[in-house]
C-alpha cells in the first residue's frame, strides 16, 4: 500500500510530479476549513502546507498516521511544533528556496535606487524626458553595511562585491571565518557601521530585538545621501522616523520589499518619489516557486522513507548557518553507512567519521546521525535523529567518533567512513551534483553509486574484464557504469559495476569459477 500525501495549498506542480515518480499517492485539496481538514488528514502519511492552511494541536491529533509535515516556504509559525514534537511528527520547512530570489531583489532595489530608476520610468510614462533630474550614483566604489550576513545576506554580500563595492556587516552571531570567506569586514557595533554606509541592506528575523532597532538615533548618524533597503522582514526600521529623514534630505532614497501590514496600501513613505516600495516581490519568481516545491518534496520524501530531514525544525534539525556547507553531505553520509553496512558481516564496534577539507571547518553531527541511520537501514531500528543517534549507538554496541584530516584527494571537501577494517570515501563536487565514491577498500576508484551494484575483488590478469562482463551479459545484466582499482603490490584489481538489477547468485558463482575472486558483494541503496 503506498504512503499518501495531503497538499492543502498551492505548490509548482514539479513537487506533486517528483512525490508521484516516487510512487507516492498524492492529494491536493485546496481550501479546506479547518474542520474538513480534521476530518481528512487521519488518511494521510504526510502533509504539505503554505501560509494559508493552520495546522493547529487539533488538526495534529488527528493525524493518527503523520508522520512528516512540510511548510513550503520559511517560517512555521502557522504549525504547533510542540504537538508535532509531541507525535513524533517530523515537521521541516525550505529556508533556502528562496534565497537567490530575495537576494536579487535586493539588488535590483539598490540599482534602482542608485540610478533613480524607478522616477525616470514614472517620467516616461508621463510623456517627459528629464535626464539632469535623474542623475544617479554608480555602486562601484561605495560601501554597503549588511544588517544580518546569514544565508541572505551572504548573498546579497557576493553579489555587491562583483559590482565592486565595499562590503561591511553588522551581525553579532556571524564567525570572522564566515566573513572573511565571504570577503566582508565585520563591524563590532551597528553604530560603528552605520556611518561608513553609502547603502545599508537589512537582513534580519523579527524579534523584540530587532523591532525598531533603527530609528532617529541611527538614522541622524548615517550619511547625507544615504541608500536604505529592506527584503527580510517589517519593523526594523522606525518607518515614520525614515520619513521625516527623506523629508529633510539625509536619506536620498529607500526601496522596501516588506511592510508590517500587508496588503500595504497605506505607509508614510507612499508621498515621496525616492521612495521604490515593491508589493513584497522579493521570493515570488518562477525559479523560487519550483525550487521551494521541489525541496519540500524531497523533504516530505526523504522524511517518510526514514531519512534524515536536513530542515526539519523539531526532530532532526540542521543548524541553519550550516545547511550550506553540509547539506549536500547529509545523504553522501548515509550512502556511505549503508554500504559499510552491506560490507560487513555483522554491526561493526567502531564506527569513525573523518572529514577534510572546507567540511572539516562545520559541526559535523548531522553527518555522524546520516552515517549511522545508513549502517543501520537494514535493521527495524526506529528514526535516527541528531538528538538520539548517540544513544542509538550506544544500543547497538558501537563506539562512533570524528576526526578532520587535511588529505581530501584534491577536491575542496571529502568524507572518509570508517567500520571496524573497512573505510570508503565520498565527495560531493558541487552544491547540487552527484555524490561520488572515490575509496573503496582502499582501491581508489571515482564513481556515481546506482540503486544496485556488483562489487567484484580478484588477483588481476589480463582479459578478466571481458570475461565478467562475457557472464553478466550472458545473464541478461546491463552494466550502466563501471569503474577499476588495482593493488599492484598485492596483485590485487577490483571493479565497481553498476547494474540496472541484482546480479543472479548464479552469474557470480560462475565468474568465480572462471577467475580468481577473492571477494564479491551485492550493494543496494
Known sequence: MSLKVLVTDKIAECGIDYLREKALEVDVRLNLSTQELIELVPRYDALIVRSRTKVTREVIEAGVNLKVIGRAGLSTDDIDIEAASEHGIIVCNVPESNITSVAEMAMCLMLMCARKAGQAYVGMQNGQWNREQYTGIELFGKTLLIVGLGRYGGKVASRARAFGMNVIAYDPYCSTDRATQLG???????????????????????????TGMIGPNEFALMKTGVILLNVSYAGTYNVK??????????????????YDDEPCTDSALLEFPQAVLMPHLGPETEDAHNECSIQIAKYVYDGLSGRLVPTAVNLSQVPAEIVDAIGPYIHACEAAGTVLGQLLP???????????????KNDTTSLMAATLKGLLSSKEVESITTTNYEVMARCHGISMHSTTSITRLGYSSLVDVSADDASISMVVPEHGSAMRLVSFLGYDIDIVPTRNSLVLEYVDAPGRIGVIGTVLGNA????TTMQIGTKPAEKLALVYLNVDDQVPAEAVEEIAQKIELTRSWQISL
Request: net charge negative; hydrophobic share 45%.
Open 476 to 479: 541478461g545484466v546491463n552494466i
Open 241 to 258: 522616523s525614515m520619513a521625516d529623514f527623506i523629508a529633510a534630505g539625509k536619506i536620498a532614497s529607500v526601496g522596501i520589499d516588506v
Open 346 to 360: 555483522s554491526i561493526p564496534r567502531q564506527l569513525c567519521l573523518n572529514t577534510a577539507g572546507d567540511l572539516a
Open 184 to 210: 566582508v569586514k565585520l563591524c563590532s557595533t551597528l553604530h560603528e557601521g552605520i556611518p561608513q554606509a553609502d547603502v545599508i541592506s537589512l537582513h534580519l528575523p523579527k524579534t523584540a530585538e530587532t
